[in-house]
């Protein structure tokens, strides 16, 4: 007999499902079952926490473009997942999410593990969740769930009761009362209206001091945006999620923003009179110019994400390479280039300032330096994954991106653990390609120890073997600890903020997996190339100083005012912290 599930299974490979990130539960068994039935024809891979899996499928989709499946059990499984998803939501990757109920018959009984799972995924996957209650309803909610997170990017959710898992399948029947779906999913040519592209050529050729932001959306966009770009003598600065986009050894680009920004990022937003954004939700109102100081154009493939941040003259809906090539004709090459001269003198001094930090020493390891060396060390087209905490700070300023390299990290929703499954992700989509993933202590100690064993288990299927997670060992929540002082003017609080130690690469030694602890500032070269020319997963457990500040690229006074308060309340490493603080400032 064909079950649902095994119905279920045909249906997601015909919708081009190669892999799914699940874990078992008997709420989900029907599927599983099937799964196993269809022998290979789609891979499951098992995470250690269903949360990772969820992760997986947005790193599935964030470096692949191709929608990623979660699978988890009825209730507490179910539950796990939940904040993979709303990274998937955060970020807008498209994402399925298959999840078991209890049977029919026991739904609204307090059954055990019952969980109204339809108002649980209600918001995070608000563009579509439904419960199959009858095995002819099962093809057209697939079709929906795929079709939906495709076109709405974002992650949508299957809830299958158990006994539905297991009956008979059976097509809709051709009467009143059914619904008859087909699969698959063309993406559309999106194009502003011949009138808008005109009002924002306009825009653009009226100004004189060109900036442009882009962000995740601009992915696929980089000649366009380097000869829009070049014609507008316009500096670039990349959201974080947009990093990947272009290189960072062009002169032009003036590398990320925001608190994690560089200093030429910020003086190009606050010194231009245009501002043209393309595909990118960043956030923070400080970083861009103010209100009425610039003339803004925006080009987004969702209309939902116009004019938000900053109020735009001319809001397009649009993909990103397809507008800026219509926009290209209409735009006049800038004959004054001193506003891009301007722009380019600041990021080669950025770019020295970023080296003297570097050089500053630290207890033992300056993170700065790590992320300097490493760089002309990445290897070709390499798949990078950052987690959240000062990494991320090191990675958007220090790391130079090259073309050809992909990387992921949870952009929106900022959630820490997702860098370990996103590159565990990214192995399984371009196995034949290095990864390498950054990652805090703490983050380490919330999810990534276990999936450290996801790793150890699955290396082998890989073609190339390295996996690299570099951990930066602080023995503090450190990001955190920097907001409390920064931000909210507090000393760093002891009991939220440290970190236990824990032997990072003993334990990845014990895994089978490659493992250093570095300590040593004049080692570090030599250990990123054992790490980088290991045959085996390696963890490089960095041992690195917390006190040294991931400053803003402006200390406002207000922020200035909070440091001294965080030290006058007594902060227990003042003393280091302030050497280190002055050091970096005036290096
Ligand atoms: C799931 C989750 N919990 C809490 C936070 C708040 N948070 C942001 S960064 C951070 C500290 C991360 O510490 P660690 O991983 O050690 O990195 P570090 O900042 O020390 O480099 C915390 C607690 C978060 N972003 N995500
Ligand atoms: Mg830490």
């Not at 539950?79 to 994402?95: I, R």
């Not at 190339?464 to 450190?478: Q, T």
């Not at 963890?539 to 690229?553: G, M, R, T, W």
Request: charged share 20%; aromatic share 6%; net charge negative.
């Amino acid at each position: 007999m064909t079950t649902v599930a095994d119905a279920l299974v045909e249906r997601l490979s015909a919708w081009g499902v190669r892999r799914i990130y699940g874990y078992p539960g008997d709420g989900i068994n029907g599927v599983i079952g099937a799964l196993s039935r269809a022998q290979d024809a789609i891979e499951f891979v098992e995470p250690r926490h269903e949360e990772a899996g969820a992760f997986m499928a947005c790193g599935h989709a964030k470096f692949t473009g191709e929608v990623g499946v979660c699978l988890a059990t009825s209730g507490p499984g179910a539950v796990h997942l939940v904040n993979g998803l709303y990274d998937a939501k955060a970020d807008h990757q498209p994402v399925v999410a298959i999840v078991g109920q209890k049977p029919r018959t026991a739904l609204g009984a307090d059954f055990q593990q019952e969980v109204d799972l339809v108002a649980l995924f209600k918001d995070v996957a608000h563009e579509y969740v439904q419960m199959v209650s009858s095995p002819a309803q099962m093809r057209h909610v697939v079709d929906r769930a795929f079709r939906i997170a495709l076109a709405r990017r974002s992650p949508t959710c299957i809830v299958l009761p158990q006994d539905v898992q297991e009956e008979k399948a059976a097509a809709p029947a051709h009467e009143h009362g059914t619904a008859h779906s087909g699969v698959g999913y063309s993406a559309p040519r999106v194009l502003p209206a011949d009138a808008d592209l005109q009002r924002a050529a306009d825009i653009l050729n009226a100004g004189k001091r060109v900036a442009m932001l882009i962000g995740a959306g601009a992915a696929g966009a980089a000649e366009e945006v380097m000869a829009v770009a070049d014609t507008l003598g316009a500096g670039v600065a990349k959201a974080l999620l947009g990093k990947p986009v272009l290189p960072d050894d062009l002169p032009f680009v003036t590398g990320g923003i925001g608190f994690l920004g560089t200093r030429p990022s910020y003086e190009l937003m606050q010194g231009c009179d245009t501002l043209l954004m393309i595909g990118s939700g960043f956030p923070y109102a400080e970083f861009l110019p103010e209100e009425g100081a610039a003339r803004g154009v925006q080009i987004d493939i969702d209309a939902r994400m116009l004019s938000l941040r900053y109020p735009m003259e001319a809001a397009l809906v649009g993909d990103s390479a397809q507008t800026l090539r219509a926009l290209m004709p209409l735009l006049r090459r800038k004959e004054d280039r001193s506003f891009r001269a301007e722009v380019e003198r600041s990021v080669a001094d950025w770019w020295d300032t970023l080296a003297r930090r570097a050089d500053l020493p630290g207890k033992p390891i300056n993170p700065q330096r790590v992320f300097l060396e490493l760089s002309p060390r990445l290897p070709d087209q390499a798949l990078l994954a950052c987690d959240t905490g000062t990494t991320v700070h090191w990675y958007s300023r220090e790391l130079r991106m090259r073309a050809g390299m992909r990387a992921a990290h949870s952009g929106n929703l900022a959630s820490m653990g997702a860098a370990i499954p996103y590159a565990i992700a990214a192995k399984f989509a371009h196995s034949h390609l290095p990864a390498l993933c950054f990652v805090g202590d703490g983050a380490m100690q919330m999810s990534g120890i276990n999936e450290l064993i996801t790793v150890a288990y699955y290396w082998k299927q890989w073609q190339d073997p390295r996996f690299i997670v570099l951990v930066m060992n602080n023995r503090d929540l450190n990001m955190v600890t920097w907001e409390q002082r920064i931000l909210a003017g507090d000393a760093k609080f002891e009991r939220s903020q440290d970190v236990p130690d824990f032997p990072y690469a003993q334990y990845a030694r014990s895994l089978g997996l490659g493992g250093v602890r570095l300590d040593d500032p004049a080692a570090i070269g030599d250990a990123l190339d054992e790490a980088l020319a290991a045959t085996r997963p390696f963890v490089l457990e960095v041992i690195c100083d917390p006190e040294i500040p991931p400053l803003p690229p402006r200390v406002s006074l207000a922020q200035a005012r909070n440091y001294l308060m965080a030290i006058a309340k007594g902060d227990p490493n003042a003393v280091r912290m302030v050497r280190a603080t002055i050091r970096q400032l005036f290096a």
